[in-house]
T-cell receptor, first 112, second 112 residues
Framework: DAKTTQPPSMDCAEGRAANLPCNHS???????VYWYRQIHSQGPQYIIH???NNETNEMASLIITEDRKSSTLILPHATLRDTAVYYC?????????????FGSGTQLTVLP | EPEVTQTPSHQVTQMGQEVILRCVPI?????FYWYRQILGQKVEFLVS????????KSEIFDDQFSVERPDGSNFTLKIRSTKLEDSAMYFC??????????FGPGTRLTVT
């Protein structure tokens, strides 16, 4: 699985959009980009994933660059409850039981 | 919304004792995982399980560890002889045929 690079920490004002970047310059054509978050030692929570098109769900939007070497997770209106560590994970789909490899992630702090 | 559950939420045990951590995955899921997170460190993969057998395991998952799906609903992690360094949060996860894994709330294991 390709390696990812994320900033260790970011702040965001409550109500504003939080834009979390991720670099994955060695991503290969069949690898997906996943985003999870972990709120203070709770179990990681799935947010969104994508291959090459931009994706949106009720939690967030995922913007993947055309060359797929980077992506941005967007929380459109951050709340205090969005304070968490956000993990960007690249994973191939081959191998039916492939595990997730977590890095250090980005600690997002939403400020009142 | 269906969710992964884990029991107990906190387990305290003495070094050398056996512990069993229990998980109830989401009912129609087919792939099951255990991860652990030592305090302040990354989430680490331990083992994946599919079709009643281990699919992959990490080097952490040595002979002291075993997994079982005894009755078609529970998924257990057994540590035969606990060590101090086994103290961690243990997360169970499950997945259907889609790619996202859903995590339980975790069991905090404290080995004294």
């Amino acid at each position: 699985d390709a390696k990812t690079t994320q900033p260790p920490s970011m702040d965001c004002a409550e109500g504003r959009a939080a834009n979390l970047p991720c670099n994955h310059s060695t991503i290969s054509g069949n690898e997906y980009v996943y985003w999870y978050r972990q709120i203070h030692s709770q179990g990681p929570q799935y947010i969104i994933h994508g291959l090459k098109n931009n994706e949106t769900n009720e939690m967030a939007s995922l913007i993947i660059t055309e060359d797929r070497k980077s992506s941005t997770l967007i929380l459109p209106h951050a709340t205090l409850r969005d304070t968490a560590v956000y993990y960007c994970i690249v994973r191939g789909v081959s191998g039916s039981a492939r595990q997730l490899t977590f890095g250090s992630g980005t600690q997002l702090t939403v400020l009142p | 919304e269906p969710e992964v559950t884990q029991t107990p939420s906190h387990q305290v045990t003495q070094m050398g004792q056996e512990v069993i951590l229990r998980c109830v995955p989401i009912s129609n899921h087919l792939y099951f995982y255990w991860y652990r997170q030592i305090l302040g460190q990354k989430v680490e993969f331990l083992v994946s399980f599919y079709n009643n057998e281990i699919s992959e395991k990490s080097e952490i998952f040595d002979d002291q560890f075993s997994v079982e799906r005894p009755d078609g609903s529970n998924f257990t992690l057994k540590i035969r002889s606990t060590k101090l360094e086994d103290s961690a949060m243990y997360f169970c996860a499950s997945r259907a045929t889609h790619y996202e894994q859903y995590f339980g709330p975790g069991t905090r294991l404290t080995v004294t």
